[in-house]
């Protein structure tokens, strides 16, 4: 593990919604630790908490969601920071991208008024140089005829652009962290594959940190330094991208990346899909919650919770009771 201090530190995180009939706990015990310049995916299959820890570190989550345990950004405790701290962060110091892409774009503003003014909101700037700052930020997501864009509303673009626009927004004022929640899933295919290209770029050009959350081990395997995989709102799997997708250790992880199309599947699976469903919200199991679906599951599994415990020198830590043998 590294001594540096890290960018943000997120222990013991839940988030739950006791007013919901059942009630849900959709996060439990989430723990992770991402360096400044670093990138994080998220994955895991649809209700697995992705979106919830997304929201949360940023202090977005839904009203009547219980947000417990510590995240720190740059040393500072955001849990239960007030409101107006957590908006001078939001955009400043931390960029969100929401799973809508419509969610960032007010329909009834031009695109130039809506990077002006997240910008201006954050940082002493005249109007000439905030439009300047605007033009250069879409010329840096490749928007096409940026001075023309600045004059045009969301619904006179594309699916693809309104998505590189969402993304200067986010990065208007240079913030240190970007969060992403499945920033490419309502594009198709060619449009996804250059929005994905254009992360690495920013990556690297800006030195942002970044938190990708996906459905699809493949996207963020190629994008991201760690992986963490999330299942019914536990992590059960967490470490170095490359070791993680090589050499998966929990079976749900292996299932995954068996069921990504663009992934060799691990030694020994088929290319598949995972059958059966996570728990129903509101439903927590005594033992491991993936027990129902697992073809290593005993006896030792449906009784008892696996703790999230190191596999690997490198920091590849896995929650199962009998992980796979190492590849
Ligand atoms: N407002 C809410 N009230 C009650 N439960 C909620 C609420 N919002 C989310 N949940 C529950 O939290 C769990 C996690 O949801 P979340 O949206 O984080 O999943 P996800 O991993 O992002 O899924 P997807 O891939 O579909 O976006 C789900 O079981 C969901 O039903
Ligand atoms: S704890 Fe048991 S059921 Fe859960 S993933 Fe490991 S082997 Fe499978
Ligand atoms: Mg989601």
């Known amino acids: 593990m590294s001594a540096e201090a890290p960018l943000l530190a997120v222990l013991g ?17 989430v723990e992770l630790r991402l360096l400044a310049g670093r990138s ?8 697995a908490g992705k979106s919830q820890l997304a929201l949360a570190i940023p202090g977005l989550s839904a009203p009547g969601a219980v947000v ?6 740059c040393g500072e405790e ?20 929401a799973q809508d892409p419509q969610a960032a774009l ?19 700037l005249d109007a000439r140089a905030a439009r300047a700052a605007a033009l250069q930020m879409l010329e840096r997501v490749q928007v096409p005829a940026p001075a023309a864009r600045l004059g045009q ?39 996804e594959a250059g929005i994905r290209a254009l992360f690495l770029k920013l990556r690297q050009e800006l030195k942002l940190a970044l938190v990708l959350v996906s459905h699809d081990l493949a996207v963020v395997g190629g994008l991201c330094d760690e992986i963490l995989v999330l299942y ?48 129903a919200p509101g439903v927590e199991l005594a033992g491991c919650a993936f027990a129902p679906r697992c073809p290593a599951a005993a006896a030792r599994c449906h009784a008892e919770r696996p703790p999230l415990a190191s596999v690997a ?15």
């Open 78 to 97: 955001l849990i239960n920071a007030s409101p107006a701290r957590l908006r001078a962060l939001r955009g400043r110091h931390i960029g969100f991208i």
């Open 13 to 29: 995180v839940g988030v739950s919604f006791p007013g919901a009939r059942p009630p849900v706990r959709a996060l439990a015990d």
């Open 153 to 191: 509303y969301p619904h006179e673009l594309s699916g693809g652009l309104r998505q590189r626009v969402s993304i200067a927004i986010a990065l208007i004022a240079s913030p240190s962290l970007l969060i992403a929640d499945e920033p490419t899933t309502a594009l198709d295919v060619t449009v």
């Open 232 to 279: 019914a709102g536990r992590v059960v799997e967490s470490g170095p991208a490359a070791a993680v997708l090589k050499d998966p250790r929990h079976h749900y992880t292996a299932a995954l990346a068996a069921a990504s199309a663009t992934l060799e599947a691990p030694l020994g699976l088929p290319l598949a899909t995972i059958a059966g469903s996570q728990p």
């Open 313 to 327: 020198a490198g920091g590849a830590r896995v929650a199962c009771h009998f992980p796979r043998a190492s590849a």
């Open 40 to 47: 994080l995916g998220l994955v895991g299959e649809s209700g």
């Open 68 to 73: 417990e345990g510590s995240i720190r950004f």
């Open 106 to 124: 007010a329909p009834h503003l031009k695109v130039g008024t809506q990077l002006t003014e997240t910008l201006r909101s954050h940082h002493a």
